[in-house]
């Protein structure tokens, strides 16, 4: 199980691949994704199946967002993804549903660098010259 978010160059919009894994899917021929984003159809999403046994569909959401979800397998089974963001109790069933959480990351500060005109100054900077030490005469 895993979600692979990339963001939009303009923060936009979210690409969001959700996958599931082979054990999770535990020989489904037919995975469905369902949630906030497609008013819980359990078939509107299907799921490609990939030589490996696991299941995967890639879904464009809107950012800044939380959006519940599960996965439907084979018509009867309703599973979380295992590595959500977070999880929330269902207001329909005794069961948790699972979060993607499309908030765009903030750029990390970046200390500024020293200007070529800084760097130039101290490079340019000569080491002062050492004196001789006294030299003591003997009597």
């Known amino acids: 199980m895993s979600l692979k978010k990339t963001f939009s160059s303009d923060g936009k919009k979210c690409t969001?691949?959700?996958?599931?894994?082979?054990?999770?899917?535990?020989?489904?021929?037919?995975?469905?994704?369902?949630?906030?984003?497609n008013s819980?159809?359990?078939?509107?999403?299907?799921?490609?199946?990939d030589p490996n046994g696991s299941f995967s569909v890639k879904k464009q959401l809107e950012t800044n967002k939380e959006f519940q979800f599960r996965y439907c397998i084979d018509g009867n089974v309703w599973i979380n993804d295992w590595k959500a963001d977070k999880y929330v109790r269902s207001e329909f069933a005794s069961d948790d549903n699972s979060v993607v959480d499309t908030t765009v990351p903030k750029a990390p500060k970046v200390?500024?660098?020293?200007?070529?005109?800084?760097?130039?100054?101290?490079?340019?900077?000569?080491?002062a010259a050492k004196k001789p030490a006294a030299k003591k005469t003997a009597k």
């Open 16 to 37: 969001v691949v959700f996958t599931v894994n082979p054990e999770a899917a535990a020989g489904a021929t037919k995975v469905y994704l369902a949630g906030d984003f």
């Open 40 to 49: 819980w159809d359990p078939t509107s999403i299907p799921m490609k199946k």
């Open 111 to 127: 200390s500024k660098k020293p200007t070529s005109k800084a760097v130039n100054k101290s490079a340019d900077k000569k080491p």
